[in-house]
């Protein structure tokens, strides 16, 4: 199997697309495609472990070079409004 890559950076993601006419024939039980896919995705965990977005890619020989930017940061959590020392409860009953 050979398959020919051209890596590219979408949105902060190296995306790899198939050159036309690459083998994209199944592998010892890899559907076609899959080999792709899986590369693509392991990359872009990678970077999102380490809190990067891609800004370039670059081929060398035997060699694949991805510029980075430390990515921004964003809460998924919503911060807790702050909260009053004093109720709004109106007092008791006596």
């Known amino acids: 199997m050979m398959v020919t890559l051209i890596p590219t950076v979408v949105d902060g993601r190296v995306a790899l697309t198939p050159v036309d006419g690459s083998d ?45 930017v430390p990515s921004r940061t964003v809460s998924r959590t919503p911060t807790p409004a702050p909260r009053s020392a004093t109720t709004d409860r109106a007092p008791a009953a006596s």
């Open 24 to 68: 994209g024939a199944p592998w010892f039980g890899i559907p076609a495609g899959a080999f792709e896919a899986g590369l693509e995705a392991g990359i872009n965990r990678a970077l999102e472990a380490g809190r990067l977005t891609a800004t370039g890619v670059e081929l060398g020989d035997g060699t694949l070079t991805i510029a980075v």
